[in-house]
């Protein structure tokens, strides 16, 4: 998936793992400090990113969602596991999953689309 959707999916696990409701996510790779903005309320999400100009949103529950794309009309689907703090999940739009993993404030995402970790923080 592209940079600016990984780094919201990353916020999203991260702030569903956490219970952090921080509205930035640093962006290890490209240096960036992302400012969000919206809503995870239990199962119903809905974050909007200003780098991409779009929400992403979705419902869930028991840790599995499903996720809509508005910058892309595609979907997305997340499964959090809060006990082991993992995360994983595919983007339709491309077709490749991804998985991470977040300890303490900072987020692990391997992405298959590119082969490679991704570093964020709350």
């Given at each position: 998936?592209?940079?600016?959707?990984r780094?919201?999916?990353?916020?999203?696990?991260?702030?569903?793992?956490?219970?952090?409701?921080?509205?930035?996510?640093?962006?290890?790779?490209?240096?960036?400090r992302?400012?969000l903005?919206?809503?995870v309320?239990?199962?119903?999400?809905?974050?909007?990113?200003?780098?991409?100009?779009?929400?992403?949103?979705?419902?869930?529950?028991?840790?599995?969602?499903?996720?809509?794309?508005?910058?892309?009309?595609?979907?997305?689907?997340?499964?959090?596991?809060?006990?082991?703090?993992?995360?994983?999940?595919?983007?339709?739009?491309?077709?490749?999953?991804?998985?991470?993993?977040?300890?303490?404030?900072?987020?692990?995402?391997?992405?298959?689309?590119?082969?490679?970790?991704?570093l964020?923080?709350?």
């Amino acid at each position: 998936m592209d940079a600016r959707t990984r780094t919201v999916i990353a916020y999203i696990a991260g702030r569903l793992i956490t219970g952090n409701a921080g509205w930035t996510i640093q962006d290890q790779d490209r240096k960036l400090r992302i400012p969000l903005d919206g809503w995870v309320d239990g199962g119903n999400i809905r974050i909007y990113g200003h780098e991409r100009h779009a929400y992403l949103s979705g419902l869930g529950a028991e840790g599995n969602y499903v996720l809509f794309n508005h910058a892309s009309e595609r979907g997305l689907t997340l499964a959090v596991n809060v006990e082991e703090r993992t995360f994983s999940g595919a983007d339709q739009q491309t077709s490749y999953h991804f998985f991470g993993e977040v300890v303490e404030r900072a987020i692990r995402l391997y992405d298959y689309q590119d082969m490679r970790w991704h570093l964020y923080t709350l």
